[in-house]
Nanobody, 118 residues
Framework: QVHLVESGGGLVQPGGSLRLSCAASERTISRSTMGWFRQAPGKEREFVCR????????YYADSVKGRFTISRDNAKNTVYLQMNSLKPEDTAVYYC???????????WGQGTQVTVSS
């Protein structure tokens, strides 16, 4: 079972930037599609973006397209989420997850809080 740990969250002003990291341990994630999700207070968890194992294919939710960038470093067993032009509505707990061979996300991190506020 892979162990995922997110970091990099915090408090940032609107228009600011943050870079989240998702470090994997116990086994490699280099052959897995990885995703980022978020959950705001009182709302359901929503998909943010995903990246293929090679890093070539990326897909973003419309709400973050053009502002967020997902990337990965397989040598470091880590996935990143660069978030620019942050808005108050981006406030949420952000989770990374590994996609299984069946296409479902079965392994999740504990999440990192992102708060966008002046």
């Amino acid at each position: 079972q892979v162990h995922l740990v997110e970091s990099g969250g915090g408090l940032v002003q609107p228009g600011g930037s943050l870079r989240l990291s998702c470090a994997a341990s116990e086994r490699t994630i280099s052959r897995s599609t990885m995703g980022w999700f978020r959950q705001a207070p009182g709302k359901e968890r929503e998909f943010v973006c995903r990246i293929s194992w090679s890093g070539v294919s990326k897909y973003y939710a419309d709400s973050v397209k053009g502002r967020f960038t997902i990337s990965r470093d397989n040598a470091k067993n880590t996935v990143y989420l660069q978030m620019n032009s942050l808005k108050p509505e981006d406030t949420a707990v952000y989770y990374c997850a590994e996609m299984s061979e069946s296409g479902t996300y079965n392994s999740w991190g504990q999440g990192t809080q992102v708060t966008v506020s002046s």
